[in-house]
Structures are given as structure tokens and as C-alpha cells.
T-cell receptor, first 115, second 111 residues
């Protein structure tokens, strides 16, 4: 597609429920990133996929968080047993491998609210 | 932490020039980025510096000094639409494409 697409744009869920957030990167971009942005905080790295390499999961805050990327394209971020502190905007970005000079292209994000 | 520091807020008037500073830890440095983020929107890429010096792109310029761990974003001929958060981010080669972001500088442009 023309840009990075994320769905849903907004999600309200009850504490303890599981949620799935979807990211569809720009076609041909081999690198895909998940970040989250809490109010008044900087963007916090979560996970990074690069081609067929093992993902860098070092930013995932707990084992309730997981992500996968199927077929080198679409990615799903899953949060199990959501907590109120998980409320944030979850941003997905993609880039061409080896072309960091062009920066990432971010999606519009999913605003997650845990009540 | 990554100690990427930038001012929290700045204000300026239309037509003026503003400089937003960013300092960072120099270890493993592999490039510095500036992003613009309007409220409720995704960050958009502004600039990338990996060598010392000034990169100019229209009304926006970005400067880097690797030895000092310092960068600034210079915005000229400010317009109301430049009111946004400006994010400084650093890449460290050991972590491939991962970026470390500062908390952002909220710029308000007054008429």
C-alpha cells in the first residue's frame, strides 16, 4: 500500500482481556517496528522484525506482549490480560533494509484504552 | 537509559527562527533523526544526520556534532502549522534499525 496501515485506530478494552493490533507495512519494506507512546513520554521501542532474521524482542515490557509477522508483511501485536498501564498509542513503522537515511514511515497508530 | 535530552517546551512567533537542541550519549552512535509529530497524528520524518555539519532542507535545517553528542533542528520563517512536537532520535549501529527517542519538544507558534 501507499502507507503504513494500522487497525483498529481506537480500541477500548476491559482489564484482563486480550487484544490484537494489526500493522500492514509499505509494500517492499523489509523492516517493521512496533513502538508505543504514553502521554508525556517518548516513543518506547517494543519489537523489530528484519526480513527472515529472528526479531529483536528486547523492548517487550512483559511476557504478556508478543508479536508475529507473517509472510514478511503484516504484523500482529498481541497483548494478553491487559492492564491499565498498557493504555497508550501503539505505533507501527516500516523501512527499507539498509536505508535508514530515509527514516521510518509510521502508521497513524492504535489508541488503546484499558478500563 | 539512553539519555537523549531535549527541552520539553518552546514558544516562538510567526516569522521567527527557533532552534531545538538535542544531546545524546555518543557510544555506538550511528545516525540522528528528527521527526515532527502533530497532535493525534503519526510522527513524520524530517531529517537524518550521520556526519558532522549542517543539512539544509527548505525552511528546516539540522546540525550534528558527533564529538559533542549534540544536534539541533533549526526552523526558519515559522508558520502556525509548525506548532507540533519535534522528536530527536538516535540509532546505534549495534541495534540495527532500532531508534532511541527523546521525549520530544512541544513547539507553539504564536501569531
Amino acid at each position: 500500500g501507499a502507507g503504513v496501515s494500522q487497525s483498529p485506530s481506537n480500541k477500548v478494552t476491559e482489564k484482563g482481556k486480550d487484544v490484537e493490533l494489526r500493522c500492514d507495512p509499505i509494500s517492499g519494506h523489509t523492516a517493521l517496528y512496533w513502538y508505543r507512546q504514553s502521554l508525556g513520554q517518548g516513543l518506547e521501542f517494543l519489537i523489530y522484525f528484519q526480513g527472515n532474521s529472528a526479531p529483536d524482542k528486547s523492548g517487550l515490557p512483559s511476557d504478556r506482549f508478543s508479536a508475529e509477522r507473517t509472510g514478511g508483511s503484516v504484523s500482529t501485536l498481541t497483548i494478553q490480560r491487559t492492564q491499565q498501564e498498557d493504555s497508550a498509542v501503539y505505533l507501527c513503522a516500516s523501512s527499507l533494509q539498509g536505508h535508514l537515511s530515509y527514516g521510518y514511515t509510521f502508521g497513524s497508530g492504535t489508541r488503546l484504552t484499558v478500563v | 537509559g539512553q539519555n537523549i535530552d531535549q527541552p520539553t517546551e518552546m514558544t516562538a512567533t510567526e516569522g521567527a527562527i527557533v532552534q531545538i537542541n538535542c544531546t545524546y550519549q555518543t557510544s555506538g552512535f550511528n545516525g540522528l533523526f528528527w521527526y515532527q509529530q502533530h497532535a493525534g497524528e503519526a510522527p513524520t520524518f524530517l531529517s537524518y544526520n550521520v556526519l558532522d555539519g549542517l543539512e539544509e532542507k527548505g525552511r528546516f535545517s539540522s546540525f550534528l556534532s558527533r564529538s559533542k553528542g549534540y544536534s539541533y533542528l533549526l526552523l526558519k520563517e515559522l508558520q502556525m502549522k509548525d506548532s507540533a512536537s519535534y522528536l530527536c532520535a538516535v540509532n546505534r549501529g549495534s541495534t540495527l534499525g532500532r531508534l532511541y527517542f527523546g521525549r520530544g519538544t512541544q513547539l507553539t507558534v504564536w501569531p
